[in-house]
């Protein structure tokens, strides 16, 4: 047997060139497979049995503008893969480059990663709301040979941060000036023959790098391999069952791991049949057109459907409703209906704590949402609830062939599966710095596991404070109750060194027009701080906000204030407001208006 270490300094070593990871059992390290994915789930092996069985199926629907829909049966699909691998294969660069996606989600995206996949390259997906800085930083670090340069709504924002030089390659959605200033996917695919036979990349090949939305600091780049996400969604669909019939709406970011996942290798693996949201104005459209059997929202998503069904039906018109039986039924299905998940059979959140009363609302209304939770480095598949289970307040037990333990220094959870990532790219020391020395990685989440296996969160490590009083706050409960208000789409709580903490509410669109009458904003005034009153009475002492901030300017992705999945950004609401707070604590005030 001959082992080397991996080149980038990562947790894998190449085994007669297969990767590895070392697993410990006691003391004794012990070497195990990567992953054991029979060769036929892999991503490209997918594609080539749709293709073969069902070519004629339609496989992606992607709207083109002004009620104009294109349709994708698996012939097409992997026609025009084939065209675009041979075009990036005459290219010439190594085995194993990098080509980037920069694109919103649609059916180009997929078609481009299954062709770099097939050219014998590796894809780096970004962000399609990321910072011309980011943008070329992640270019320059991934070594991207070519980016393809999609459906997106600031390009020119992004634009200065293409390295000069750099080959593009763009799609029928693209912005004006990369169709005129670059070849395109259409008349690429229509000179280039498209690759013969079935190329074929094994399970130990890297398959992509992932770079991190960077809550915290500039991106990484996770690398994962083919075997990984064949390993991983093989888990997750015996927790999460789908099949060739199901629908779903791909909106969240593909470059996002959880629709890279769910979607991408879900479509692959089932052959289901995807659709495309044309934009954030059509969505409640978009919903309709689709009405998706498998739904997968983060937790700001179903905080605004709540407050949509609130602005129409007050809560208490809402209880009294469903509180008689023999118009319970219709006033669900008419709801669910309105929101177009009236047909939903699986919905689903994560990416950030579901809070435990919004998952009581859905509940109510007859849809029950599964609460995951991952991370990028496992592929997201660590944890889900069960369906038909009551298992809300916990993320459930993790999945088959998925380890927990929870760290007794500190309660950090801790885990390790065969979807763990190789390590971050060209990041040794980072990578290091992620996993326990006896291979676990190191979720940076707090939390316990009860009596029978399920998981509760209950923070981030890191984000605890400690007040003035020197009594530790962990924020992430508190904000679950902070949200539910129905003018609040987003909330911090903070307060590291103050006498007490304090929370920060972001309001939704719908309640900064409705503070715009003096009357309202008075009205609306009393009931944030009746809200902060009842909160605090179910705290403990060193636990109770001083006081709410309301502000009502919106934390966005354009100013940096959250990733694309709506997770907020911490360390830039210290950046924003932390020179406000010792003013803010003594105002004596208990709701304060703040317009930054």
């Not at 789908?242 to 593909?254: A, I, N, Q, T, V």
């Not at 208990?590 to 317009?595: A, C, E, L, M, Q």
Request: net charge neutral.
């Amino acid at each position: 047997m001959r082992i080397r270490v991996n080149p980038h300094g990562d947790r894998g070593a190449l085994v007669n060139n297969q990767v590895v990871r070392r697993a410990f059992v006691g003391k004794q390290p012990d070497l195990i497979m990567a992953t054991q994915s029979p060769p036929a789930l892999l991503a490209l092996q997918r594609l080539y049995h749709w293709e073969t069985t069902t070519p004629n199926r339609v496989a992606m629907s992607q709207p083109m503008g002004n009620g104009v829909m294109q349709d994708f049966t698996w012939a097409q699909t992997a026609e025009q893969v084939r065209r675009m691998a041979a075009h990036l294969q005459s290219q010439g660069w190594e085995p194993g480059s990098k080509v980037a996606i920069l694109s919103k989600n649609c059916a180009w995206w997929m078609m481009t990663d299954l062709a770099i996949w097939m050219a014998g390259y590796v894809s780096v997906p970004l962000y399609p709301t990321l910072a011309a800085d980011t943008v070329r930083q992640i270019l320059t670090h991934s070594e991207a040979k070519a980016v393809f340069i999609g459906k997106l709504d600031g390009w020119q924002n992004m634009k200065p941060g293409i390295p000069p030089g750099m080959p593009c390659i763009g799609y029928a959605l693209s912005p004006a000036d990369v169709v005129a200033d670059h070849p395109g996917w259409d008349a690429i695919c229509a000179r280039t023959q498209p690759l013969a036979g079935n190329p074929v990349r094994a399970e130990d090949e890297l398959a992509t790098l992932i770079y991190t939305s960077g809550t915290t600091g500039m991106p990484k780049g996770v690398m994962h391999t083919f075997g990984n996400f064949a390993w991983a969604f093989a888990t997750a669909i015996k927790r999460v069952p789908m099949d060739g019939d199901d629908r779903m709406l791909s909106y969240l970011p593909l470059a996002h791991v959880v629709e890279r996942v769910l979607v991408e290798h879900g479509w692959l693996r089932t052959g289901m049949h995807i659709f495309f949201a044309e934009s954030l104005e059509t969505f409640a459209a978009d919903l309709q057109r689709t009405r998706p059997t498998i739904f997968f929202s983060v937790p700001r998503l179903w905080v605004k459907f709540q407050h949509g069904v609130h602005h129409k039906m007050p809560q208490s018109k809402l209880d009294l409703l469903l509180s008689i039986p023999i118009v319970r039924g219709l006033v669900r299905k008419k709801i669910l209906g309105a929101l177009g998940l009236d047909q939903c059979r699986m919905a689903a959140g994560g990416a950030a704590p579901m809070p435990l009363p919004l998952l009581q609302w859905y509940s109510k209304l007859g849809l029950n949402i599964n609460e995951g939770y991952g991370m990028t480095e496992n592929l997201a598949v660590s944890h889900i609830t069960e369906p038909g289970k009551d298992q809300q307040g916990t993320v459930g037990p993790a999945y088959e062939g998925v380890q927990v333990r929870i760290a007794p220094d500190n309660g950090e959870i801790q885990m390790r599966s065969q979807a763990l990532m190789l390590g971050y790219y060209k990041e040794p020391e980072q990578t290091r710095s992620a996993m326990t020395a006896d291979g676990w990685l190191r979720t940076g989440d707090k939390g316990h596991i009860d009596d029978q296996g399920l998981l509760h969160i209950t923070g981030r490590v890191k984000d605890l404070f400690k007040t003035g009083k020197g009594k530790y706050v962990a924020p992430a409960p508190i904000e679950d109750k902070l949200v539910m208000h129905d003018d609040v789409e987003a909330c911090v709580v903070t307060g590291a060194n103050l006498g007490q903490p304090l929370g920060i509410v972001m309001l939704s669109p719908d309640a900064v027009a409705k503070a715009q009458d003096p009357t309202a904003k008075a009205a609306m005034e009393a009931s944030l701080a009746q809200h902060l009153k009842a909160i605090n009475a179910t705290l403990d002492p060193h636990e109770r906000m001083q006081c709410l901030v309301v502000s009502t300017t919106p934390w966005s992705v354009d100013n940096d204030i959250v990733t694309p999945t709506f997770k907020v950004k911490r360390n830039r609401i210290e950046d924003i407001y932390a020179r406000h707070y010792e003013m803010w604590e003594a105002s004596g005030q208990k709701v304060i208006w703040h317009n930054a």
